[in-house]
């Protein structure tokens, strides 16, 4: 039995996904055919983060900057199968993106007094992979986002070592973060803009959003992951000149 992926256990094709061990197999699900469909292992960003109204514009500040800099944002929101157990879509995913963004900032206790680890858990997949992945998979990198630089030590200090990028809830700061990761890793564009200049136009391009909708014929309260980054992409290549495919 041939072993792929992790490298530390065989595969078998009755096997869902996450116990395939990473094997570079297409991810499952009705993906969308537009961004998604043209990203590859290298230029894939997978981003692991709240989805919160209250995270919002730092989530889209993050795709927009990712798309400025020449990648592909991937994330859970993009697949919409109810008949997929939500690990193996994470799992089916962290499979095909070389990069990884992860924001651990939103660990608040609930009204139930518990702390919400789904961030955590899938920085741990992320890590995993690159880890004891085999070929392709242990080339990962990502960069981990949260409030402030040092907070994790309190509640997730098994990740010291890995360097900390504080956004203090500032989309402006979280743009800089992640450029300059993308930047000092060789991902993407070779020269992007630097960050400032991402975040003007990120604020240029949310003030144009709302007419960006109507245009489409979609209310900005509807607008899916997939929507906003393919409205992200076209404005992107329009702003910057690019021929539009």
């Known amino acids: 039995m041939p072993w792929t992926g992790y490298g530390m256990c065989p595969t ?27 990203s ?8 692991n983060c709240p989805f919160d109204d209250g995270y919002l514009p730092i989530f889209r500040a993050l ?27 994470i799992v089916s995913l962290v499979n095909v993106c070389r990069w ?4 651990i900032s939103r660990t608040e206790l609930s009204a139930r007094g518990l702390p ?3 961030m955590p858990l899938e920085l741990g997949i992320f890590l995993g992979a690159q880890r004891f992945g085999a070929g392709i998979q242990a080339r990962k990198s990502c960069i981990v986002l949260d ?3 040092f907070r994790y030590q309190a509640f997730l200090s098994d990740i010291a070592g890995q360097d ?16 300059d990761w993308l930047r000092s890793s060789g991902a993407g564009a070779p020269r992007p803009a630097g960050g400032a200049a991402i975040a003007r136009r990120y604020m240029k391009f949310i003030s144009e959003l709302p007419e960006l909708c109507s245009a489409a014929d979609i209310l900005p309260d509807e ?23």
């Open 164 to 179: 900390i990028a504080a956004h203090g809830n500032d989309p402006a700061r979280a743009i800089q973060a992640v450029r």
């Open 100 to 103: 990884g963004i992860h924001d």
């Open 147 to 149: 409030q402030d630089k």
């Open 12 to 38: 078998n094709a009755s096997w869902p996904p996450w116990r395939r061990c990473f094997a570079i197999v297409p991810a499952r699900g009705p993906e969308r055919r537009s961004t998604a469909a043209r």
């Open 223 to 245: 607008l899916t992951f997939a929507d906003y980054t393919d409205i992200v992409s076209t404005w992107l290549k329009r702003e910057l000149g690019q021929p539009i495919q």
């Open 40 to 47: 590859g292992y290298n230029t894939s960003v997978f981003i």
């Open 116 to 118: 919400r680890f789904n």
């Open 63 to 89: 795709i927009f900057t990712v798309s400025h800099c020449g990648l592909y944002p991937r994330c859970a929101q993009e697949i919409y199968d109810a008949g997929q157990v939500r690990i193996e879509k």
